[in-house]
């Protein structure tokens, strides 16, 4: 694939940038990483006081030191019983915390997503976002709640191994840290490499998850074409070229491996003959002996997690880059609602509107009113601009000249995300989602009765949904699955009437009702009657924009628009 959303990332954030934002995401997450922090600090003061224990042991043992043996075997009883304390600890902490962790990211960057602008023509695939939602703050928070406290534990016993070492032999703690430099070039070499492959991988994975929900999503569409061979293919070659990335970052990550294993491997040797030497000469003894070499497993130890670290935070600073994009969509205003409980019209004034620069105009000059508690019908051909002239009404767009405006006889405001509350949208095409009948129209209006949800259904000529054994508990599979398109169009309509607006928009909303549904359908939002204000004043009663090619439509019209093509 080559959209947008699969080629690489079109910005890498500044190491302080990258910095602030993972503070800032880390919200939620702190107590968890706290709590492994302090649980990791406590296993490596374990660890040096069972060192120190075993040479005190072992000197006791061989007359080099005074003491009881067996209180020195209790001691490292109560240490081994405390490690497995703290073990249980942090598998309790993992358990208890880490779930809650994941939800709080994903609830945040979920809410950013469905609160940030829309353009109509998203870049991003629907599945390369599934995917950063799901697989890349997985990997941020484990990074967060796991890692970082690790590496916290693993500077902590690296730093406390070596003075712990030099106090007993400091020439050998320097020949031992000497490898220092040699690592980190070998990191830097290492994470420019593995951050490349890493992106590789991440990107196939999404084109993967893209494959599978539309193939799943239009799988009907697929058997009628005969061509589920074609998708089971594309979904190969994409894996094969994923198993590849996978391959590759296998074989520089072992080899890699090997060759600081080799320096580790070497580093162990010196210090065993250091100590045999030393030992020979009589200058320590066999428990100094033992704490060097359990020392040197201390100090190399912490370097063999920073190779298993390395891949992590590299994953990690791939997630949250890729994640960062999702935050970077800027928000719509969501300042106080401006209502007009009482009606209101629309006027379009010298709209411009295009979805990318350079791009096919769509509009270009166009002004139209529609006057409080009218009905109007827009006509027009296929790429007239129909659909996009709704979406600017509703302010998911904005118009690149002119502007549109909602109105009353008291005031006028430009329509933007505060007027959205004044307006009742019906998209063409089937728009349940799944679950009950009810839980559907209650999105229409959460606090909707029955008695208004029985009364919505009838004015949207879906009462057949009441004969049902269930009613309005009957269950919507996905994308209305066990109804008609026809059936799921009209309750469609039924949530979108439990909404209170005063402007209603339908947009092909009965193109799969039959002529005479239809007609009674429109009767019935016709014969609606206009409400009444506090002060006992009829309402001029709704504004009805409806998109439609139907010319039944206009009898119930009073008036009509119709639209044409802008020729380029």
């Known amino acids: 694939m080559s959209s947008p959303a699969h080629r690489s990332l079109p910005f890498a954030p500044k190491v302080r940038e990258l910095a602030i934002w993972l503070w800032r995401s880390s919200r939620g997450l702190r107590l968890q990483s706290m709590l492994n922090a302090m649980i990791g ?60 962790s994941l939800n709080i990211l994903q609830q945040r960057l979920f809410a950013h997503l469905l609160q940030s602008e829309w353009n109509g023509q998203e870049d991003r695939h629907s599945g390369d976002t599934l995917n950063r939602m799901e697989q890349d703050v997985r990997d941020l928070v484990s990074c967060i709640t796991e890692t970082f406290p690790s590496l916290i534990e693993v500077t902590f016993r690296l730093v406390g191994a070596f003075f712990y070492l030099f106090h007993m032999d400091a020439r050998l703690a320097c020949l031992i840290v000497c490898i220092v430099p040699c690592f980190l070039v070998l990191s830097k070499v290492y994470v420019r490499k593995m951050r490349t492959i890493t992106r590789d991988i991440r990107s196939t994975e999404s084109q993967v998850q893209s494959i599978l929900q539309e193939s799943i999503q239009h799988r009907a569409i697929l058997k009628t074409l005969e061509r589920t061979g ?37 580093g162990y040797l010196v210090t065993f003959l250091w100590g045999v030497d030393s030992l020979q000469a009589g200058t320590i003894t066999y428990g100094m002996m033992i704490s060097f070499i359990q020392l040197v497993g201390q100090i190399q130890g912490p370097f063999r997690d920073m190779t298993r670290f390395v891949p992590v935070l590299i994953s990690t600073l791939t997630a949250s880059e890729r994640l960062m994009e999702l935050e970077d969509m800027p928000l719509e205003d969501d300042s106080d609602p401006i209502a007009f409980p009482g009606g209101a019209g629309v006027r379009l004034m010298d709209i411009s509107f295009q979805y990318r620069e350079g791009g096919r105009p769509i509009l270009s000059h166009f002004s139209c009113d529609f006057p409080q508690g009218s009905t109007t019908a827009i006509l027009g051909e296929t790429g007239a601009g129909k659909t996009t002239l709704i979406r600017l009404i509703l302010a998911l767009l904005k118009p690149v000249e002119g502007k549109i405006e909602m ?46 949800m029985r009364e919505a259904l009838e004015t949207a000529c879906a009462g057949f949904v009441m ?11 996905e994308l209305g699955a066990g109804l008609s398109e026809g059936q799921a169009q009209r309750i469609a309509i039924a949530r979108a009437l439990l909404r209170k607006g005063s402007v209603l928009l339908l947009d092909e909303a009965t193109s799969a009702l039959d002529i005479q549904t239809e007609q009674q359908l429109l009767k019935n939002l016709s014969n609606r009657k206009p409400k009444v204000d506090a002060g006992g004043e009829k309402q001029a009663g709704q504004t009805i924009i409806c998109v439609t090619h139907r010319p039944a439509v206009m009898a119930y019209c009073s008036q009509v628009i119709e639209m044409k093509r802008v020729s380029v």
């Not at 490292?76 to 809650?100: D, E, Q, T, Y």
């Not at 894996?239 to 391959?247: A, D, E, N, P």
């Open 407 to 452: 109105y009353d006889g008291m005031r006028t405001v430009n329509v933007s995300p505060r007027t959205r509350n004044n307006l009742v949208y019906v998209p063409q095409g089937n728009t349940l989602f799944s679950g009950t009948i009810r839980e559907n129209l209650l999105l229409g209006n959460p606090k909707a009765t029955e008695a208004e």
């Open 230 to 266: 074609t998708m089971i293919e594309k979904l190969m070659q994409t894996q094969r070229r994923l198993r590849g990335h996978v391959r590759h970052r296998a074989v520089f990550s072992s080899m890699s491996s090997t060759l600081l294993s080799i320096g580790f491997g070497t």
């Open 41 to 100: 600090i406590l296993s490596v003061i374990l660890d040096f006081a069972f060192i120190y224990a075993t040479k005190w042991t072992i000197d006791i043992a061989t007359y080099r030191a005074e003491g009881s043996l067996r209180m020195a075997a209790y001691a490292l009883i109560a240490i081994m019983v405390c490690k497995i304390l703290l073990g249980f600890a942090r598998k309790w902490v993992s358990a208890l915390l880490g779930v809650r």
């Open 467 to 477: 004969d049902r054994p269930d009613g309005l508990d009957a269950i919507c599979g």
